[in-house]
């Protein structure tokens, strides 16, 4: 095969459950393949290294209360096992291999992530300890080779423009997982527990994990700790406004500049919107909606950092910076309102949204906005590069200062479930096991299970009361990058356009997903420098508004009558009504009179695949 030349690894197998059949294992740069080597009906399996997320080497085992089907009483069956369940007759030692490939399946004309382990059982030797030098050899270099298809999938990806050298530091050290036990429907920790905790002892990652105790407690972590520590990456899960309390903690730090050119970020769903997760996803092409959290988890151990935008939001009182999206009006009314059934995650929205179009509101406003031009905005789309908008452009007030406004090893509490393929090799053996899936025994919530004792990030637990944690938070002082726009009272620059009137709603996005089912702004790349600003104004019939709502989750809603797209730099939004909501990240945020937002293009990274074609 012209895919496996000069490959650095090669062994032969054979099998002694399927007619002798000899195969042949080989590694290299980009793939892994099992060849069949002599029989009828040749075969092979090839399998990207960019698909395999780890491997481990283990000595053949038994439970100690394990029983003969045949002989249930019988005491043989342990005589040749030592303290530990090891089965000292057999000294071989096995190399499992960890692979998330992906399927396509024609029927429903989909695709999908299935788990494929790969065992090879190496016992070319009379003692254990010479087989599993070799098993070692094999995990070394694979462990080498994983590390380097990821720098390739760096090189080679469109999304390139990262702030700083963060491929090397990506791949070192530990990464904090940041878990809100009350994001969406509360399924937080079981989405950690079972389907997170299992490709991390695959992955061999090394972690640090903090469970959310209140409000803003994410941010507060951000705020004090020694974040430099996490290197590899501080990951949410949960929902996006977890990762909101994130990104605003590291800002009101002297030292974000450093954190953010050093540090990449990730976000695994568990909230019930997950915008930024199904937007990572849809811009590298992944088969999200089969397996969200497995899809992003993957995103993350595979992934290096691609730089996303980030947007700095000010009002009257405070400033904060926005990665997904800014609203006011009818979704936002949704967003907010529904919050009261937030325990049956998604639905949510969709029931809200049937509420809201009965009893309809408009809001009376004025909205000022810096558009970008069509050809600037071509260029961006077409070229991966953000747009990039002159100082000039603003007519800047020079006098504007902005800034006054764990390591857990549990592989002893996992139990396998698997349908294997026993392959007897040469003088190996190799074992394909396909579609298994990893069972955790023991509950979360144990408090009497010693191996249920996560590590916080923190040393000491601090338990902060909502009214504290709001006030401390209210006091901080702002830094983050620095604004080139008036301040708010002072009139917007001539040259940006106004609209004044009464709205329905305008919901500026600079993500393509504002959720899992809501396509809202489909040119929309994740750090093409655009905020894109949808304006609905009153006289909008309802029929035509119930048609933008299904049309959400398509895209096609931005073929309808009366619904405008526009992208802009900035914009300034005054609201002339009182009782009207701003939610930013899917947080609301507190307002008295104006509130302005500006694009800072790409300044922060996430963890994700690079974009792959279709």
């Keep these: 095969m012209e895919s496996m030349m000069n490959p650095i690894l090669e062994a032969s197998f054979h099998t002694t459950s399927k007619n002798n059949a000899s195969y042949k294992v080989l590694i290299n740069e980009k793939y892994l393949c099992i060849v069949k080597t002599n029989g009828a009906g040749m075969k092979s399996k090839v399998i990207l290294m960019d698909d395999v997320i780890g491997s481990r080497c283990t000595r053949r085992r038994r439970r100690i209360n394990e029983k003969c089907e045949c002989h249930p009483n019988s005491a043989n069956v342990f005589t040749f096992l030592d303290h530990n369940g090891v089965d000292t007759t057999d000294v071989s030692a096995y190399l499992h291999i960890y692979t998330y490939t992906l399927k396509d399946f024609k029927i429903t004309s989909g695709r999908k992530r299935e788990r494929f382990e790969i065992t090879l059982r190496f016992r070319l030797y009379t003692q254990y300890e010479d087989n599993l030098k070799e098993a070692f ?363 004044q009137g009464d709205f329905v709603m305008v919901h500026a996005s600079y993500q393509s997903h504002l959720a899992g089912d809501v396509f809202f702004a489909p040119s929309c790349k994740p750090n093409d420098g655009i905020i894109w600003l949808l304006v609905i104004k009153a006289g909008i019939s309802r029929v035509n508004l119930l048609q933008f709502l299904l049309g959400l989750s398509s895209g096609n809603h931005l073929k309808l009558p009366q619904i405008e797209m526009i992208p802009v730099f900035a914009f300034r939004l005054e609201p002339l009504c009182k009782g009207s909501h701003i939610v930013v990240d899917g947080e609301i945020l507190e307002h008295s009179s104006a509130i302005q937002a500006e694009m800072f293009p790409g300044i922060i990274s996430m963890l994700n695949r690079s974009q792959t074609e279709v």
């Design 137 to 499: 050899k094999w995990k070394k270099i694979v462990k080498q080779l994983i590390s380097k298809a990821q720098s390739h999938s760096l090189l080679s990806g469109c999304l390139k423009n990262i702030p700083g050298d963060n491929n090397k530091q990506s791949r070192d050290g530990k990464i904090l997982l940041i878990v809100n036990p009350k994001s969406g429907p509360g399924k937080a920790r079981e989405i950690f527990q079972e389907q997170v905790l299992p490709v991390l002892i695959e992955a061999e990652v090394e972690y640090d994990l903090h469970v959310t105790k209140a409000q803003n407690d994410a941010r507060n972590l951000m705020k004090t700790s020694n974040v430099l520590k996490w290197r590899r990456g501080i990951v949410v899960i949960g929902g996006d406004g977890v990762l909101y309390e994130v990104m605003n903690g590291i800002m009101e730090r002297p030292d974000w500049k450093n954190i953010i050119n050093t540090i990449p970020f990730g976000i695994i769903p568990g909230g019930s919107g997950n915008g930024l997760a199904k937007s990572l996803a849809a811009c590298t092409r992944e088969p999200y909606d089969s397996n969200p959290v497995l899809i992003s988890v993957l995103n993350i151990l595979k992934g290096t950092p691609v730089p996303i935008d980030l947007v700095r939001i000010e009002t009257q009182t405070e400033v904060a910076f926005s990665f997904l999206s800014f609203g006011w009006g009818l979704l936002a009314d949704i967003d907010i309102e529904s919050e009261r059934l937030r325990m049956i995650g998604s639905p949510r929205f969709t029931i809200w949204s049937m509420a809201r179009l009965i009893g309809l509101r408009t809001y009376s406003g004025r909205l000022s906005f810096l558009r970008i031009p069509e050809d600037k905005v071509k260029l961006a789309l077409s070229s991966h590069k953000y747009v990039e908008i002159q100082v000039e452009d603003y007519d800047v007030d020079e006098n504007n200062d902005p800034k006054s406004a764990g390591n857990f090893d549990c592989n002893s509490n996992l139990s396998f479930d698997m349908d294997s393929i026993s392959l007897d090799t040469g003088c190996n053996q190799v074992i394909l096991c396909e579609n298994v899936r990893v069972v955790r025994s023991e509950s979360f919530y144990s408090l009497n299970s010693h191996k249920s004792a996560y590590l916080s990030a923190d040393k000491t637990a601090s338990y902060l009361s909502l009214p504290e944690v709001t006030k401390t938070t209210k006091k901080n002082t702002i830094y983050g990058p620095v604004s080139h726009l008036p301040t708010l009272n002072k009139p917007v620059p001539k040259s940006w356009e106004v609209y």
